[in-house]
């Protein structure tokens, strides 16, 4: 039974009876030798957009143009319709005259949804709108399901990321929330080719997860017998390129984390990351506000956006705020003046945070600025030099070493990007390691796990460098005004319906 009902037939008409007339059509089709189902190919000269933008050079011209009829109107001896392609939707105009009584009547029998090849010369109708006269027309498919006339409430909602083929076809605005992914995605790959950075592909399948603090996904390899992880993040082998001479890499690609979903989260999601020997994280500062400004000027024309009701300028330069700075600004913790962690403990229990006896300084300042800065930053804002405790991967600060040269890029409340100056001591990275494993051990199924072979790729020598991961998925989310990530990925994952 499909789930979109919306038939524009007489309220008397239910689901099995529109289902059932649509068959018989096929049937009677098929029976008199004219199956939709076998016809191969359709040769189109024009799309609807080009017909339109170009009327002037192509009115009288002979065009043929294929797609699916959206509406129609009986004129008696004529019909009007829609027909949407790939580009768009333009009016054709349908007379008993051109396809003479037998192909009308043919016509008459196609059904909102149906696909259409279409041959005629394009004019103008009295009401201006650009028009095909149609000589010949040619039944490609047939639509056995009705299409909605439109969506509206939760439950729709749902079923618009179910069946995303239908939201496509009735939402136009929806087929703009993807054309302008695909332009980001590009937007993105020729602004890190032009500073001169090698795209690569690393593997998805992992004996080992790593490169970020996240539960993965476990799968089973039945010819070596072992259990693998679907990534969780590209970096640890991005940086062994950087360690083999590759000195600017990047991929774009899909990582796939077991946790929540929500608003912010899917299971599968795309970044870039991208790492560049001789930087550092302030390099990769200065390159994420450029990339992601021309990313916004060359798709929308402007960097002053609207998200949600509510106006973020990505003009540059954006604020900068050390961790430590931006909690004392939201809740008036100097973290600085804390002589150790127990006088750290004393003043978060004051704000009404909860607190551990094992807490240390960083993971106080860390749980402050998560509960309550966070949902502060509307803005761009750098959130730099994080503590150790939560940046496994990332160079320690030589002003502080309880801090690592990390920042966090937020817009709209949310990390878009997460960038550091790698950590390339391979004694200091053995022990970060042995941290998370220990974590492990005691049930953080986040935790990292020990990557033997990235220690030795460290101790051959890894050049400072600087890395940086941008959320592809957020991204759009801001670039498209979108509320959902599952809003601008075309299939998110959804909890299977019930049978």
């Not at 009902?5 to 009677?28: F, V």
Request: proline share 4%; aromatic share 8%.
């Amino acid at each position: 039974m499909p789930e979109f009902t919306n038939e524009a037939a007489s309220p008397e008409q239910d689901l099995s009876e529109i289902l059932q007339i649509r068959r018989d059509k096929l049937k009677e089709l098929q029976e008199g030798g004219q199956d939709p189902f076998t016809i191969t190919q359709f040769t189109q000269t024009s799309s609807s957009k080009e017909i339109k933008e170009r009327f002037e050079q192509m009115e009288n011209q002979t065009v043929s143009v294929a797609g699916r009829i959206m509406s129609r109107r009986n004129m008696g001896k004529a019909f009007f319709c829609d027909l949407q392609d790939g580009q768009g939707r333009i009016q054709l105009y349908v007379r008993v005259n051109e396809l003479g009584e037998e192909g009308y009547a043919s016509f008459k029998k196609y059904d909102i949804g149906d696909i259409l090849g279409v041959t005629g010369y394009v004019f103008k109708t009295r009401m201006g709108e650009v028009t095909i006269h149609v000589q010949s027309i040619q039944l490609l498919s047939k639509s056995l399901l009705p299409l909605p006339e439109k969506f509206h409430g939760l439950k729709d909602q749902e079923l618009r990321y179910r069946q995303r083929y239908v939201d496509l076809i009735v939402n136009p605005e929806v087929r703009r929330i993807f054309e302008i992914r695909t332009k980001v995605i590009r937007a993105v790959r020729n602004y890190l080719d032009g500073k001169g950075y090698l795209e690569v592909e690393t593997p998805v399948l992992n004996t080992i997860s790593g490169g970020a603090n996240a539960r993965p996904f476990i799968t089973h390899h039945n010819t070596l017998d072992i259990d693998m992880y679907m990534r969780i993040a590209t970096e640890l082998h991005l940086k062994r390129l950087v360690v083999g001479g590759l000195e600017r890499v990047y991929e774009v690609g899909r990582l796939f984390r077991n946790e929540g979903m929500d608003p912010k989260h899917n299971p599968e999601f795309t970044t870039v990351e991208f790492y560049q020997a001789y930087a550092d994280y302030h390099d990769m500062m200065d390159m994420t506000e450029e990339l992601i400004t021309n990313a916004a000027r060359d798709i929308l024309g402007t960097t002053k956006l609207s998200y949600q009701g509510e106006e973020v300028d990505l003009t540059g330069p954006w604020k900068r705020l050390t961790m430590a700075e931006a909690v004392k600004e939201h809740t008036g913790l100097d973290f600085q003046t804390f002589s150790g962690s127990e006088e750290a403990r004393d003043a978060v229990k004051g704000i009404g945070l909860p607190v551990k006896g094992t807490d240390t300084w960083g993971d106080l300042l860390y749980r402050c600025f998560d509960e309550k800065v966070e949902d502060k930053l509307l803005q761009p804002t750098f959130i730099l030099d994080h503590p150790v405790e939560v940046s496994p991967l990332a160079k320690r600060c030589p002003w502080d070493p309880r801090l690592t040269q990390r920042f966090e890029l937020f817009i709209t409340r949310r990390e878009m990007a997460n960038a550091f100056s790698e950590l390339n001591d391979p004694v200091d990275q053995r022990e970060r390691f042995l941290r998370q494993v220990r974590l492990r051990e005691a049930g953080d199924e986040e935790a990292g796990m020990m990557d033997e072979d990235y220690i030795t790729a460290l101790e051959y020598g890894l050049p400072p460098t600087g890395g940086c991961g941008i959320g592809i998925d957020r991204l759009v989310m801001l670039l498209t005004d979108s509320a959902s990530i599952r809003d601008v990925i075309l299939f998110p994952t959804m909890k299977p319906l019930e049978q």
